[in-house]
């Protein structure tokens, strides 16, 4: 029974460019979630999805920052025209419902050169 | 908006000894959650609470929901070397946890 899975695990991007984080929940769980954590720092929240859906992106950047998770596939967590300050430890989890308990996958950490 | 405050924020202990750590909070939570987090990893679920005043234990590892629904702590008894790591702790009103800064356990052999 797979966990969360993540990809990549570590991705290196110039300033201005795209990047693209995967997330594939675990088997059965229809609520993704998405967290950013910075060194030395606790998880903030960035956006919560359900199938097609955007439930609550209140912690999401309004700019440069987009997220989904289409009907079939992993969700994407999109960064456009990265800056520096966008290097940080990216986290998916996912639950069965809702309010049910969040499992997360391993991370994707970004370095923005 | 909500805060967590989780102390201590670093410690280091002998091998066998006890510990413990705490989160509380400036508002009321539904559910407390407590995660390790391994370098290079994504936090591990280790205990999840979901009524005030329950004592929830996970082998050597036992938390507890606050009455007032406002703090949760975490105990690990005879700690051993692989209890390094970084615990947080994670409350809930809804679907949207908040984190603690976490802290930073070191087991001397």
């Known amino acids: 029974n797979a966990g969360v899975m993540q990809n990549p695990r570590h991705l290196v991007r110039r300033r201005g460019q795209e990047a693209r984080l995967r997330c594939s929940p675990m088997?059965?769980?229809?609520?993704v979630y998405w967290y950013r954590q910075l060194p030395e720092e606790g998880l903030k929240f960035m956006v919560y999805?359900?199938?097609?859906?955007?439930?609550?992106e209140s912690g999401m950047p309004k700019e440069r920052f987009s997220a989904e998770f289409p009907k079939e596939g992993p969700s994407i967590l999109r960064i456009q025209q990265v800056v520096r300050g966008d290097s940080a430890a990216y986290f998916c989890?996912?639950?069965?419902?809702?309010?049910?308990?969040?499992?997360f996958g391993p991370g994707t950490r970004l370095l923005v050169l | 908006g909500q805060q967590l405050n989780q102390s201590p924020q670093s410690m280091f202990i002998q091998e066998g000894e006890d510990v413990s750590m705490n989160c509380t909070s400036s508002?009321?939570?539904?559910?407390w959650l407590w995660y390790k987090q391994d370098p290079g990893e994504g936090p591990v679920l280790l205990i999840a609470?979901?009524?005030?005043?329950e004592l929830t234990s996970n082998g050597r590892l036992t938390a507890q929901f606050g009455i007032t629904r406002k703090d949760s702590f975490l105990n690990i008894s005879a700690s051993i070397p692989s209890d390094v790591g970084i615990y947080f702790c994670?409350?809930?009103?809804?679907?949207?946890?908040?984190f603690g800064t976490g802290t930073r356990l070191k087991v001397l052999a």
């Open positions: 989890a996912s639950s069965e419902t809702g309010r049910a308990t969040q499992y």
């Open positions: 088997k059965g769980h229809s609520h």
């Open positions: 999805l359900q199938k097609e859906n955007i439930i609550d």
């Open positions: 508002s009321i939570f539904n559910t």
């Open positions: 609470l979901y009524k005030a005043g």
């Open positions: 994670a409350g809930s009103g809804t679907y949207k946890y908040i």
